[in-house]
């Protein structure tokens, strides 16, 4: 089951048949954030797998495969730090308008995780962060969308005060699909608010002489990797042409893959532990303390998978999974190279250089 002709990244989360997407921003009076809200058709099963060790979250453990919750209503992807995540209030006030949610008796609970970013004073006010108005606005605006519709990328909705590289370079929304040959549609959706950089992987010279080396031995006797970009270096220093905040580095990569397929809360959850190899793929470092990296699946289950034999059912997960990794990866660096250089009160973010698809 490889991919079609006509996939790759130039797709877009929506390409996966009822999924829709709303963004709300602010970038002036000394706003730099907003929220995105991914809306997926009612019953759809989900879960979330998170990775960074500096997480800001809402009703993930809710998303746990043995817990009792299989559906997810909708996803938050907020700036504003954990202050933030208020927002997920404002898109669970939308579904429960719009009856979504957990049946209970006297009505529904709609299940709704969140992940936010930092971005807390990008725009020169810390205290300028969405509210739970803000995350019902852009759930509003997802529940309007028709479907198959364009995503707006960049610096839009949660990704509008991302950077990448410590606050040297803007991140953005990215997103991009797949379709493989047996119908089944994997899209992703990316906030790229990062500590890293996109990964470039690092070619040695051929040397025309030879050269006396002396390998480098870790305390575990084995031979140390090339190491990371020098961020600490890269970044501009306050009054330059850079981010005049001096914190530490707060950073996180949300992702939210989505796909057609049929799949359980516990096969949602490895899909979306897989999916975290497209995150690593584009972003060097990643998954550092100081990053929040979260992927979430959704699947809506319109797609069956071929299941008529065990070996038939590991093939089908295991070439979807492959597929998530892969438009994490798309989706990650259509961010970065959507995202649009901004000045504010807090600093400049310039946009990336160079082509990183």
């Given at each position: 089951m490889g991919a079609s002709d006509g996939a790759g990244a130039q797709g877009k989360i929506t390409d996966v048949p009822g999924v829709r997407v709303g963004h709300q921003q602010k970038s002036d009076g000394g706003w730099l954030s907003g929220v995105t809200v991914v809306l997926p058709p009612v019953g759809t099963v989900g879960s979330v797998d998170v990775r960074g060790g500096g997480p800001g979250t809402h009703e993930t453990d809710a998303l746990d495969p043995t817990t009792l919750v299989r559906t997810v209503d909708a996803v938050v992807l907020t700036g504003g730090s954990a202050f933030g995540l208020v927002a997920a209030h404002g898109a669970q006030r939308w579904c429960e308008e719009q009856g979504r949610g957990f049946a209970v008796t006297g009505g529904v609970v709609p299940i709704v995780p969140a992940a936010a970013i930092f971005d807390l004073g990008r725009g020169g006010n810390f205290s300028a962060r969405p509210d739970e108005a803000m995350g019902y606005a852009a759930t509003a605006v997802a529940g309007a969308q028709t479907d198959g519709h364009d995503v707006e990328r960049g610096n839009v909705g949660a990704g509008t005060g991302a950077v990448i590289g410590r606050g040297t370079y803007k991140g953005g929304v990215g997103t991009a699909s797949l379709t493989l040959e047996n119908g089944v549609v994997v899209g992703a959706l990316a906030v790229v608010n990062a500590l890293g950089l996109p990964f470039t992987p690092v070619v040695e010279p051929v040397e025309t002489e030879a050269v006396e080396t002396k390998p480098v031995e870790t305390a575990h006797g084995d031979y140390a990797p090339h190491p990371p970009p020098n961020l600490a270096s890269s970044v501009r220093e306050p009054g330059g042409r850079g981010p005049k905040l001096n914190q530490q580095s707060l950073n996180t990569t949300l992702v939210v893959v989505a796909t057609n397929a049929v799949l359980d809360v516990a096969e949602c959850k490895r899909t979306a532990s897989a999916a975290h190899a497209g995150l690593a793929r584009a972003l060097n470092p990643s998954h550092t303390l100081a990053d929040g990296d979260t992927v979430f699946c959704l699947a809506t289950g319109s797609q069956e998978l071929d299941r008529s034999t065990e070996t038939a059912r590991q093939i089908s997960l295991m070439t979807l999974q492959s597929a998530a990794a892969d438009v994490v990866r798309l989706a990650i660096?259509?961010?970065?190279?959507?995202?649009?250089?901004?000045?504010?009160?807090?600093?400049?973010?310039?946009?990336?250089?160079?082509?990183v698809r």
């Open positions: 660096l259509d961010g970065v190279s959507s995202a649009q250089a901004v000045t504010t009160p807090a600093g400049e973010f310039g946009a990336y250089p160079g082509n």
